[in-house]
């Protein structure tokens, strides 16, 4: 099958014109005309009928069929051809959230840089869950990533490494800086700075919320988890982080999560599913599985 074949069909389907179909890819319009019978003799179907009395191009069921399948198929080949072409490279194209960079990767960066694998990474920083979508689109083969749940996914293969718990961080002047622990039911009427949708954060927020069944204001989104904790501490608004990101000296105070769910922030090895990786990616597969969470 030829893909362009597929490509004048998916546009056919879209404008139901010969002629503009022919104009989009300047070509000639029995060029494309042919390209429809071809498609309809490998499926030994009729996938377009062509109504002259009334001027019009109409799609079969099973045209439309094939327009459906037609875009899985040309995303896979996509995909194929990014996975060859990344095989031809030396560069590993790995994904990075801020929060496990700064946090966990470091335990293993000498080993990469004596194997080195280091030298080879092309890192690409960003929230779990905008380097997930990355991830199942081919932009990236092989990522650390943050979750509020273990990762079940039929798109990606993953590995859990382990859980840290998520807390409510609150300024020493707020009220609620004397307590140790807090339950989301008593948080309804909070005002909360969060973090934007790149991290899993926000999913998190909304597990707990529903939890309890309480619906408290978000003021104000930021991709900067320093921002985060700076609003915080100036007592603009309290928020919710991955504990391990809360150091002594950021001048805000934790609270445990009293509401028994099972959320926390959950760090996985993730490739996509079905993907083979090189040899180098292989070994840093390796390396990235005996980090300590």
């Not at 074949?5 to 000639?28: E, G």
């Not at 932009?139 to 859990?160: C, M, Q, R, W």
């Not at 309890?212 to 921002?227: C, K, L, M, Q």
């Not at 105070?253 to 083979?276: H, K, M, W």
């Amino acid at each position: 099958m030829n893909t362009r074949d597929l490509d004048y069909f998916r546009a056919l389907v879209d404008c139901q014109n010969y002629t503009m179909v022919a104009r989009q890819f300047a070509v000639s319009q029995p060029a494309v005309t042919q390209a429809i019978h071809r498609l309809e003799k490998e499926f030994a179907v009729k996938l377009v009928i062509q109504d002259r009395h009334h001027q019009q191009t109409n799609i079969t069921r099973a045209g439309h069929l094939l327009y459906k399948n037609a875009q899985q198929i040309q995303a896979s080949l996509r995909l194929a051809h990014q996975e060859i072409d990344s095989a031809q490279q030396a560069e590993i194209r790995f994904g990075l959230p801020p929060i496990i960079g700064t946090l966990y990767f470091p335990q293993i960066a000498e080993k990469l840089l004596q194997n080195g694998l280091l030298q080879q990474l092309k890192i690409t920083e960003t929230g779990s869950d905008e380097l997930l979508h990355k991830l199942v689109k081919g932009e990236i083969n092989i990522a650390l990533l943050g979750s509020y749940l273990p990762f079940d996914l039929p798109t990606v293969h993953a590995v859990k490494l382990g859980a840290r718990p998520f807390s409510i961080i609150v300024s020493p002047q707020n009220s609620l800086a004397t307590q140790t622990s807090i339950g989301f039911k008593d948080l309804g009427q909070a005002q909360f700075i969060g973090l934007d949708g790149k991290y899993v954060h926000p999913q998190a927020f909304q597990a707990y919320c529903d939890f309890a069944g309480v619906h408290p204001e978000v003021i104000y989104r930021t991709p900067d988890i320093s921002w985060v904790k700076a609003l915080v501490k100036a007592n603009l608004g309290i928020s919710m982080l991955v504990r391990d990101v809360v150091k002594p000296d950021d001048g805000v105070v934790c609270l445990d999560i009293e509401d028994q769910l099972p959320v926390s922030f959950n760090i996985s090895v993730v490739t996509r599913a079905g993907y083979l990786p090189t040899d180098d990616e292989q070994r840093f597969i390796d390396q990235l599985l005996k980090m300590t969470v």
